[in-house]
């Protein structure tokens, strides 16, 4: 072998080496299994607990218990893949790094924004939720319309599914943009904003716990927003396609609406306080 050959033998390696390496990532991730697999092997499913989150999602300080909307989804799921459930306490912000990370298996409660889409995959809908307003009193709009002029002042939650579709929907309102629901619905209480839009499941819990925050509304059209499950991204669609059916087979029985309600009367909303232009 001359010398050029020698070279090009040696390029050839490195070329070999480098393939090697960037290959070992993808073999690693396939020899560690689809969740699917996982879930099955380990007799674990990881699921995200977001602490104060009612009705999704409730901690007992006193017990350590989980309960709300979420975990009873939690709960079944891992029954029917004969596996129990692992919480993780996370928050809103921070469940799509935990399911990149492999952290989680599964995050419920997620609704499918595209820049979520991105980075992980989502379920059929679980439920659908209905955006709603809570208006200070004498503001009871039959229409969006209605709220969209520069003199009403409406709250959102800066990120959030609220804040996206006030901007898109109302763009000629005056949107006072707060950083947490919470900060959103003291503004319509302090007067700072004529009225806050949040999901039917949310609205529904900030009346009960404090009626002189506003009068839950309903304006129309009626819109609503799925809400699903967030599943990691990987080249097995099992996991994703298990969860669909166990999702369809609960819709179809009435169960996930059954777990729905019991969740709001966790947090004392009862059956009678939902309006009838609210469903899920």
């Known amino acids: 072998m001359n010398r050029r050959e020698f070279a090009g033998f040696l390029g050839l390696a490195g070329a070999g080496v480098a393939a090697t390496a960037l290959a070992t990532p993808a073999i690693a991730q396939q020899a560690a299994g689809s969740t699917f697999d996982k879930v099955r092997s380990t007799k674990k499913l990881r699921v995200a607990g977001i602490v104060g989150t009612e009705p999704y999602y409730h901690k007992d300080i ?3 218990e989980w309960s709300g909307f979420c975990m009873s989804m939690a709960r079944d799921l891992a029954k029917s893949l004969e596996a129990e459930v692992e919480i993780s306490e996370t928050t809103w912000g921070n469940s799509v790094l935990d399911l990149q990370s492999n952290k989680i298996d599964i995050m419920f409660g997620l609704s499918p924004t595209p820049s979520r889409a ?13 955006f709603t307003i809570i208006a200070k009193a004498g503001l009871e709009p039959k229409s969006w319309e209605e709220l969209n002029k520069p003199e009403v002042r409406i709250a959102v939650d800066i990120g959030s599914t609220h804040d996206l579709f006030a901007r898109r929907v109302l763009p000629k309102a005056t949107l006072v943009a707060l950083k947490t629901p919470d900060e959103a619905t003291l503004a319509v209480q302090s007067g700072r904003a004529d009225a806050v839009i949040q999901v039917a499941m949310l609205s529904l819990v900030t009346v009960k716990k404090n009626p002189n925050v506003g ?15 967030g599943v990691r ?36 909303v009862q059956k009678q306080d939902i309006p009838s232009d609210i469903q899920f």
């Open 233 to 268: 991204a990987e080249d097995s669609p099992r996991f994703r396609t298990f969860v669909d059916n166990w999702l369809e087979f609960n819709r179809s029985s009435g169960v996930m609406s059954g777990w729905i309600t019991s969740s709001l009367e966790l947090v004392g």
């Open 62 to 64: 006193a017990t350590g």
């Open 215 to 229: 009068k839950i509304v309903v304006p129309g059209p009626i819109v609503r927003q799925p809400t699903c499950a």
């Open 118 to 130: 991105l980075v992980v995959e989502f379920t059929r809908p679980i439920m659908q939720n209905t």
